[in-house]
DNA sequence: CGGTAAGTTGAATCTAGTCAAGAAACGTGG
DNA sequence: CCACGTTTCTTGACTAGATTCAACTTACCG
């Protein structure tokens, strides 16, 4: 095998060819670009032509998959309702969830490189999702790059959750793991105008386990634990987070400087991260001020 | 260097004004587009004009960080050669290793959305990495749309990586992580055209331990467990892979493939000849060689 | 060479997994 | 509305597996 690498087009997203923004799913309401970067808290200079673009809508019924793994790849669907679990399914029948988008969250990034959705997306709600079908962004992105910023901003966003996750995984006992996972949880509620004191878990003992890497049997003794302690206090699947700090110490113990646990500012939109303005005199490379920089991990 | 062109849009990348491509580390030799897409093993449609636009380079030397946590974000990186370690550095010291970035892997991109560069980068050897500066491609990808599909690629690459990383360490046990680790490793060093069956490990078992989520000592109980079944044979950081098949039962009992492992409609071209040499790889060499669909989990 | 860092190994401890039984919630149909 | 089966959740006792503490060996570097 030479060099000869001119197959077609291998980079091309596949070949829908779409009107101004639609997908062969469409059905129902569209959402302007406007829209979209609100749910994503993510700013962007309002061009009057791209307010006018619009994305279609899917709704998902609880229960339902928006994909399966080893679909064809063809868009990124936004949470704009409900929410999901992702998971890998292990062919002998097992499954690890990979996480719970909600509102705002991104789904089908693990499909664009190899052109095949790599988990199964499955509503645990009735829920709505904006889709961005890939391959038609290219022409938008054209006449408006910051649309492209915006696009790598998801995909890095969701990247540091993943890594969040493993930072999870890697360090924190069955307890910490339910404590960062419920702050998670009352985290992104908050930001999305519900309470974070109080809230129901969309998602049974098994599949919180499988997300943290624990049996069901252990999120279940850790809940317990933790509702035992008054840190919490638990009925089935409802919540109800009574001293927050405490529950951040669950996570943290050594002593307050707790990675923030806040994911998102969420309220506002977040201020644009890629901008800089680092003129080519930039140089200060070493002036790193090392803090410690993380934000809760978890879902 | 200091052009004139500040297209000025909030998400903008910055305004780092740049020629055709540089950054303001350049530094040494350049690295065009299309040598590019042969590191990360993506094909693309070659243009005559996209040819000549070429990428700084930058070496880093061992223990030397590329980046650092919190640092202002400004640009990716891929690897070109040798090896480096990704951390998250909790407050308190100790240290979280999220990957091993080798040869045409990618790093920072978890510093896009933030702004900061959310995990440190040190270099485990001494290194070089092509500098993509993000904020300068929106240029190049109005010219040309496959450019921004391989970005799109490479940041979806790299999501299911970790993904996959959060599956290893939500399902496996120390064994299993510790051999996942090293076929892995053994995989992605034959792509690069080293062998496959022999290799020195250029980090400690402190780090591994940290990247596996398990302690240095567990580690070291692993492999001395896989070397006394024969299926490897270990000796402090030279590891020889006995048995591969055996190896890979351990990752996966039940003999079918992880997860996500399903068989991919085989979208790549054919593999070219290179095979084990049989050497602990150190010879230089910047092979091509097609990535195998999907390494298993780990690093 | 000698000192330090890295790796190995053992024994005790602790944590999460496993097996098992029972209680509470949910849905369905009478 | 209640009875009934199913699913989900809780709890306990026991086991397997990883961490901890600690001693010791081996490599590496000046």
Same mark, same amino acid.
């Given at each position: 095998? @030479? &060099? ?17 923004? &639609? ?11 406007? #829209? ?30 928006? !994909? ?48 095949? %959705? ?11 999702? !904006? ?11 054209? #006449? ?26 890697? @360090? ?16 992104? =509620?908050?930001?999305?105008? %519900? ?14 386990? &499988? ?13 317990? +634990? ?7 206090? !638990? ?21 307050? +400087? ?37 934000? =809760?991990?978890?879902?």
């Amino acid at each position: 095998m @030479t &060099s000869a690498m001119s197959h077609h087009d291998a980079l091309d997203f596949g070949s829908i060819d779409l009107g101004p923004i &639609s997908a062969p799913e469409h059905e129902g309401a569209n959402v302007s670009v406007r #829209e979209l970067t609100r749910l994503l808290h993510i700013d962007y200079p309002d061009e009057a032509w791209l307010a006018r673009t619009a994305f279609a809508l899917r709704r998902v019924h609880d229960g339902e998959a928006l !994909v399966h793994s080893g679909d064809k790849f063809h868009s990124l669907y936004i949470v704009r309702s409900g929410c999901f679990k992702t998971v890998y399914t292990d062919f002998s029948g097992s499954e690890q969830v990979l996480g719970f988008p909600m509102c705002g969250d991104l789904m089908g990034a693990d499909g664009i490189d190899g052109g095949h %959705y790599k988990s199964t997306a499955v509503s645990l709600d009735t829920s709505e999702v !904006v889709i961005v079908p890939l391959a038609g962004m290219t022409r938008l992105t054209n #006449e408006c790059p910051s649309l492209e910023a915006l696009l790598y901003r998801v995909l890095s966003r969701e990247l540091v959750r993943v890594q969040n996750m493993t930072w999870t995984l890697g @360090t924190l006992g069955a307890e910490g793991r339910v404590a960062a996972f419920l702050l998670n949880l009352s985290e992104r =509620l908050g930001a999305l105008g %519900y309470s974070r004191r109080s809230f129901n878990l969309r998602m049974t003992r098994q599949e919180i386990g &499988s997300y943290l890497g624990l049996k069901l049997e252990t999120v279940s003794r850790a809940l317990s +634990a933790l509702n035992n302690t008054r840190i919490i206090h !638990v009925h089935q699947r409802t919540i109800d987070i009574i001293d927050p700090d405490a529950l951040r110490a669950v996570v943290d113990p050594a002593g307050g +400087a707790a990675p923030g646990i806040e994911a998102q500012p969420a309220a506002g939109p977040v201020r644009n991260g890629i901008q800089d303005d680092g003129r080519p005199g930039k140089s200060r490379a070493t002036l790193p001020a090392d803090v410690p920089w993380r934000q =809760l991990a978890v879902a």
